[in-house]
């Protein structure tokens, strides 16, 4: 049976500021796409970047060396070998003897992440297990599919003490299907005919699936506060409501399409964020998520959730919004647009350079002098102030805040959304660098504005996903 | 000593080619080209048997010190080449001046050039085997003092705009230089940005050029020519990255306020405003001219705007800046142009400057800074 201490900790969520409008998808043409938009990554994002940042959202005021695992889930990695967990660790500056693993290949990915985390913790192979989904997926340009994307991330601390949310019960089922797939050499995800993806795949095994959950708990519909569930479109999703006998206006968390779009392996655990930043202690919650099967889940929400009511989360994210109304510029963030400039030509990154340096540009640490408390970036052998040799002790710099020194607008400097903001930051307590501001707009720029530092794409020189810190005013 | 080769050293020849976009000429062209009038204007007709050692300066060389010693049949001696960023021309020349001091050889050759253009690309080449430091655009690190030099002053785009404005019009009264346009006030301010505040006329371009000095001991001078020209002083200061410098203030370069101490000390200066005459400076951007005015001690920090609008540093001004029309007209050949500095500052003293001739110009100063900027040379030239 299901621990009651072991639960969700912690959550945090992340959803990329532009929004692209449906109808700009539709080349202006109103009628076929209505309004509505969806949430659209900048050039600079992709969904590991998204996941520490939803990370980030979810370990606010926890020590990151109590962590014991990485658990990542996406269906749209940039590798196709490569592991995506140990990147994300390295930028949340997490400790090395940590469990790291991908979940990918499946829509359900996060919930079965969130699966793998809980029975970690139970089995008492790590206390503290983090959980994050990612997706960027990407449908053909103007397809139905693109429409319907969202891009987005959610975390979740999956702990033995302290949960905010624990689990009652939950119930798996799998299934061979042909709905959704992406071959290791499509760009776009392709899909069958849509009423035998959503009747065959989606409806019945989500309904199976919930079913199953219902009858291991002893519980009915009518039992949950809220059910909080994967949708591939508002009309399935409402289809599946009816059909769970589920009170349309008062028991199903929003799934937000016209604001968010399907942010697949992530939507789930984003739309139960989305419910946890309302719910209150004693609340009983369904989550279900869909992919080559489903997972379900009887949460329990307690007391402990009112302490995380600082974190961002999704409504703090949808609030802030600025529209991508530009569809050749979306067409170029994605590299789907020819180009004079390629963004991935040339040789890359060099990989020892990258291996030597990794702690200060993946997981930004800077140095601190022993001697004479001078903060610097990068690390320095011989101190700038005091001239101390090997005298330093590293500083994560990434969970500070900033301000800005100077700033210059490169329209020179090639950039798929000219021009390109460069600053110069100090921390807070002293380290100075020279980093790039994005999600940002040049009429923002003052002197001393505050800012906060964001890991992104620096550049795909090399074909390769080229990470490093940026800063973004503080909103 | 810090006075130890003031004017121990003499310029006894100089040459320069037209610097721009040579299309037509290879590095190997412009070298001899400079060379040779440098050797003629030496009077030196056989410089395989004078010239002892050769002290080259390129950032872009695409052979090295064999382009240099290839082209102008140099062998069996020292060629050296330097690299130090924009001041790379005046260290070539440095090390020339000490190795003449010191007594080892008696006439050395200085080299300055590059072929940027080359390249085919319009501006310099983008690294990206890293991900920190970008982007690497030299228009972006010398306006990062710009943000807060205005809003410390009260300086805005119009100052710098008058300062490209002057160079446009100093460059139409020099032969050599690539640009040769009068240009308004509203032209630079009309100008499509390049990186805030620098629009297209507050950017210098590159250019192709090679610059050539001929060195010998003060007391063999009166043998070459009755009119050579001393060195005062030379120096070449580095200065933290502005870009991680934990102190750095964003109203100066450190680099020149460096590199001027040791000049100026060297040269035994100490109202620079008042003991010279002339000054060649970098205005890679016109921001970095305008900063160079203080941070050369020219005037205060923070009055450049004010002599800027009263013609201060005009060539008809009480101490003319870029006299030839500066990086501004000549673009900036990086190993070249310190040299071209030293061509035009030669050429003033000995009053064979044409129309843009100054008056009774007797000490003359030549400035480059370069990096991000870390790195600043210097040099003071005068009549005996």
């Not at chain 1, 307690?302 to 600025?322: C, I, K, N, P, Y």
């Not at chain 1, 660098?433 to 090399?462: N, W």
């Not at chain 2, 240009?183 to 371009?205: H, M, N, Q, R």
């Not at chain 2, 001027?260 to 002339?278: H, L, M, R, S, V």
Request: glycine share 10%.
């Amino acid at each position: 049976m299901v621990s009651e201490t072991v639960g969700i900790r912690s959550y945090g969520a992340y959803v990329p500021m532009l929004r692209l409008p449906l109808a700009a998808i539709a080349g202006g043409r109103r009628g076929g796409a209505g309004g509505g938009e969806r949430a659209v990554a900048n050039f600079d994002e992709d969904s590991v970047t998204m996941a520490v940042a939803a990370a980030t959202d979810c370990l606010r005021g926890i020590d990151r060396s109590s962590l014991g695992g990485v658990l990542f889930a996406s269906t749209s990695y940039p590798y196709k070998e490569k592991q995506a967990a140990s990147v994300v660790a390295k930028a949340l500056d997490l400790p090395r003897d940590i469990v790291t693993a991908d979940f990918s290949g499946s829509l359900r990915a996060g919930t079965t992440a969130f699966r793998s985390a809980l029975d970690a913790v139970k089995a008492g192979s790590a206390r503290n297990v983090l959980v994050v989904a990612s997706d960027c997926r990407m449908g053909a340009p103007r397809s139905a599919l693109e429409r319907n994307f969202g891009d987005g991330a959610a975390a979740f601390l999956v702990s033995d003490a302290d949960a905010a949310v624990t689990v009652s019960q939950h119930h798996s089922v799998a299934d061979e299907i042909i709905d959704v797939w992406r071959l290791e050499t499509d760009a776009f995800v392709r899909s069958w005919e849509d009423r035998f993806v959503v009747e065959h795949g989606y409806q019945r095994n989500l309904v199976d699936a919930v079913h199953g959950v219902l009858r291991k708990a002893g519980l009915t519909p009518k039992d949950f506060a809220k059910a909080v569930f994967y949708g591939p479109d508002a009309r399935s999703h409402a289809a599946v409501a009816r059909a769970l006998g589920l009170d349309a206006k008062t028991q199903i968390e929003d799934p937000m399409f016209g604001r968010l779009g399907n942010c697949g392996a992530a939507f789930a655990p984003m739309l139960l964020i989305a419910a946890l930043e309302k719910a209150r202690g004693g609340q009983r919650l369904l989550w279900a998520s869909y992919g080559d099967g489903a997972d379900t889940f009887v949460l329990q929400v307690t007391e402990q959730v009112e302490r995380l009511r600082d974190r961002r989360g999704m409504s703090w994210h949808l609030a802030r919004r600025a529209e991508l109304g530009d569809y050749d510029k979306y067409l170029s963030f994605r590299n789907l647009q020819p180009s004079e400039f390629d963004r991935r030509a040339g040789a890359g990154v060099s990989a020892t350079v990258h291996y030597r340096d990794r702690d200060e540009d993946i997981s930004f640490r800077g140095h601190r002098c022993r001697r004479c408390g001078t903060m610097q970036f990068p690390f320095q052998r011989v101190c700038f102030s005091c001239h101390a040799k090997d005298d330093f002790d590293q500083v994560r710099l990434s969970d500070r805040e900033g301000k800005v020194l100077s700033f210059t607008f490169d329209f020179f400097a090639g950039s798929p959304d000219p021009p390109l903001i460069v600053t110069m930051i100090e921390a807070e307590g002293g380290a100075r660098t020279y980093l790039q501001m994005t999600d940002a707009s040049p009429k923002e720029l003052k002197l001393e504005l505050p800012v906060e530092f964001t890991f992104r794409k620096i550049h795909e020189y090399g074909g390769t996903p080229n990470y490093f810190w940026k800063c973004t005013p503080v909103r | 000593m810090k006075d130890a080769i003031r004017d121990q050293v003499a310029i006894v020849g100089m040459g320069c080619c037209k610097f721009g976009e040579n299309w037509d000429q290879s590095p190997e062209d412009m070298i001899v080209e400079a060379a040779y009038e440098a050797y003629e204007d030496a009077g030196i007709d056989n410089p395989q048997e004078r010239i002892e050692a050769v002290f080259c300066g390129s950032v872009y060389p695409s052979k090295g010190t064999a382009e240099v010693a290839d082209a102008l049949k140099l062998f069996g001696r020292p060629v050296s080449m330097v690299q130090n960023y924009c001041a790379t021309g005046t260290d070539a020349f440095r090390y020339g001046v000490f190795a003449v001091a010191c007594g080892m050889y008696d006439t050395v050759l200085v080299v300055g050039f590059d072929k940027p253009k080359d390249r085919g690309v319009s501006g310099p080449n983008v690294q990206t085997a890293g991900v920190r430091g970008l982007p690497m655009t030299p228009a972006g690190w010398f306006s990062l003092c710009a943000a807060r030099y205005f809003d410390t002053y009260g300086a805005g785009r119009e100052d710098l705009a008058r300062i490209a404005v002057k160079n446009h019009h100093n460059g139409t009264l020099a032969p050599k230089s690539m640009l040769k346009r009068e240009i308004t006030v509203e032209d630079v301010l009309k100008a499509p940005i390049i990186s805030w505040p620098f629009g297209l006329y507050d950017c210098c371009a590159q250019s192709d050029g090679a610059a050539v000095a001929v060195l010998t001991r003060r007391e063999l001078a009166k043998g070459f020519r009755d009119d050579y020209v001393l060195v005062r002083a030379v120096a070449i200061a580095l200065a933290p990255n502005p870009q991680s410098d934990p102190t750095f203030d964003f109203l100066r370069w450190k680099p020149t306020v460096y590199a001027a101490k040791q000049t100026y000390e060297q040269a035994g200066i100490g109202n620079p405003f008042k003991e010279i005459d002339i000054a060649q400076v970098h205005d890679c951007f016109t921001l970095t001219e305008l900063l160079t005015y203080e941070d050369l001690g020219f005037c205060e920090k923070g009055s450049a705007k004010e002599h800027i609008a009263s013609g201060t540093f005009a060539l008809a001004g009480e101490l003319p800046v870029n006299t030839d029309g500066g990086l501004k007209t000549f673009g900036h050949p990086t190993g070249a142009t310190g040299v071209r500095m030293l061509y035009e500052n030669y050429k003033q003293l000995q009053g064979k400057a044409g129309p843009r001739q100054v008056k009774n110009a007797t000490v003359a100063l030549s400035h480059n800074i370069g990096g991000a900027p870390q790195t600043c040379g210097m040099t003071i030239v005068a009549m005996p």
